[in-house]
């Protein structure tokens, strides 16, 4: 029942506050990842939503305990096979030929 309320209760603000519902999401997924530390879906999508908003190294933590948990999971590792690259493409500085492009 305590899972139920806490979701309407997320729902009903993720509708009034449209700039607030990713920030609800994570909070949801990292609920249950505390209710459930050993499982996998709230883990994963909690790790997705990171690297969608940039969070490149804490999507990657959640995503390699993910493969941790279960080492089967190809979502986790297609979802790090997606994220790495971006997040290399971040680091790298920008050169005077690649301006030019």
Known sequence: ???IVMMDSLNTKAANNNNGEQGLRLQWYRKQIEL??????ARYKLGVLLA?????EEAIVQLKNVIAIDSNHLAARG???EILPQMEARRKPVTSKQEAR
């Open 1 to 3: 029942m305590e899972m």
């Open 36 to 41: 459930n530390p050993r499982g996998t879906e």
């Open 52 to 56: 969608r908003l940039g969070r490149f």
């Open 79 to 81: 979802a790090l096979r």
